[in-house]
């Protein structure tokens, strides 16, 4: 029934009324202005997988902008116009927020350009989207509130679990579409069919994605690096071919792949072990584990190809220079006190030290805890100015003073205001 159904009502008492009741006075406002509107995309495949998404589309057959602009002033909600696309966004709020488009054809002059647009039907606008599960729609008009549109068999393939492209040109026209394709697979547990890989595979070998920005595919690898099954989908990249021609540097071994998956696995037991908890970046930590066996030379190739922000690409160089010290015989060798302990990891962010403490041994993930919880919490009493009463100048010598008691306070030869007082007036003693 979920899957031949003509009509997705039985679904509906799924979703908070909240949604429920502003899909509804948006179909009777289609009413009012004898327009046709439909929910469609990504809500729409969601409601029918049983899957919670609250990113509403909604798709006008007539001016999407002047209905969007009457909607958000009959329910008085925020609203951001984007004339020239046609398109509104309505802030209704903090958890929902619904996109109108008119309906819309597109056309593209050449592979990997951006399409040029046309005001279209439902019919042209589900047409240019990705794959066939991405566009049924919905209609939200008053007597066919609910009615399923389909035109391209979307409900045959959530049920039989496949990726298909729309028609065979689709992938040369975008090839961001194959990233979109190994995310939805291996979110939802699917599988491309065929054909719709043999045109990825297709299109990976012909020259498409060097005429494409890069800019574009990083919006889609980076929506990927969001998602649970980011390894799984990964490996597929790497699969079709995509991954070495769009990111050369990148090596993707098994054992990345499985550091990857460990980063995964192992947050939570090493978040227990955190005295002071704080939530990490998932992304940076993946592009951490993706940069692991990379030289220096390569990480700023990768890195600039990729468009990284400048914190992230300084954190990856910093964290390539740590990790490349030979930890494990540092380590194992016994003789680090827990200044030179101190000294390696400082600066490094807490995601960082996390894929430092998967990526070795257990001694070495213990010298991470260590340095995280005790060593990096350690701070002198003293200030520069007790220094200076001491009667050293302000400069630089005043900071070459409080590191050295730093040193001192963390390999646990001093311990109180009093020792590290006493502590600077020997020094200065001795160097006098
Ligand atoms: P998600 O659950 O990841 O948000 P989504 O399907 O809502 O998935 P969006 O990226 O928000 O994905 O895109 C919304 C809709 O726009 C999709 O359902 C799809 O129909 C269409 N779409 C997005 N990107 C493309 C593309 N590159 N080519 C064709 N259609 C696209």
Redesign the pocket.
């Given at each position: 029934k979920e899957y031949t159904s003509e009509n997705l009502s039985y679904k509906l008492n799924e979703l908070p009324q909240k949604v429920l009741n502003v899909l509804k006075s948006a179909g009777k406002m289609a009413d009012d202005e004898g327009y046709s509107a439909y929910v469609v995309?990504?809500f729409v495949?969601d409601l029918i997988l049983g899957v919670e998404?609250l990113?509403i589309?909604i798709v006008i057959e007539g001016d999407a902008v002047a209905f969007a602009q009457k909607f958000a002033s009959q329910i008085n909600a925020k609203i951001t116009v984007h004339e020239k696309f046609q398109t509104a966004y309505v802030y209704i709020d903090e958890d929902l927020q619904i996109d109108f488009v008119t309906a819309r054809k597109e056309y593209y002059e050449f592979p990997g350009s951006l399409p040029i647009i046309e005001t279209g039907t439902i019919k042209d606008d589900l047409f240019?989207?990705?794959f066939t599960i991405?566009?049924i729609a919905m209609k939200l008009n008053g007597d066919e509130f609910g009615k399923v549109v389909d035109f391209y068999g979307g409900r045959r393939d959530l049920y039989d679990g496949v990726i298909r492209i729309l028609y065979n040109l689709s992938f040369i026209e975008?090839p961001?579409?194959i990233i979109?394709a190994v995310r939805f697979e291996q979110r939802y547990g699917f599988l491309m069919d065929e054909k719709t890989e043999e045109f990825a595979i297709k299109a990976v070998k012909s020259d498409v994605l060097d005429k494409l920005s890069i800019e574009r595919i990083n919006t889609e690898f980076f929506y990927m690096l969001k998602e649970k099954n980011a390894a799984k989908m990964l490996q597929r990249l790497k699969e079709l071919g995509l991954l070495k021609k769009a990111y050369p540097e990148m090596e993707l071994s098994d054992q990345l792949i499985n550091l990857m998956e460990k980063s995964d696995n192992q947050w939570e037991d090493f978040y227990i072990g955190l005295i002071n908890k704080k939530n990490i970046d998932k992304i940076l930590i993946y592009l951490l584990v993706l940069h692991s066996n990379m030289s220096v030379d390569k990480v700023h190739a990768s890195a600039d190809r990729m468009r990284l922000k400048k914190e992230y690409k300084d954190e990856i160089l910093r964290f390539i220079e740590v990790k490349d010290l030979n930890l494990p015989a540092l380590v194992a060798e016994g003789n680090l006190s827990n200044y030179d302990v101190y000294s390696m990891f400082t600066g490094l962010s807490l995601e960082s030290l996390y894929v430092i403490s998967i990526m070795f041994d257990d001694r070495v993930r213990d010298a991470v805890l260590v340095y995280i919880n005790n060593l990096s919490q350690i701070k002198t009493e003293i200030t520069g100015k007790d220094i200076m009463e001491l009667g050293i100048a302000p400069g630089p010598e005043i900071k070459r003073i409080l590191q050295a008691v730093l040193k001192e306070k963390i390999n646990g030869k001093i311990f109180t205001y009093d020792d590290e007082i006493n502590f600077v007036k020997n020094l200065l003693e001795q160097e006098n």
């Open positions: 995309g990504g495949r998404n990113d589309d240019r989207r990705d991405n566009c975008d961001t579409r979109r």
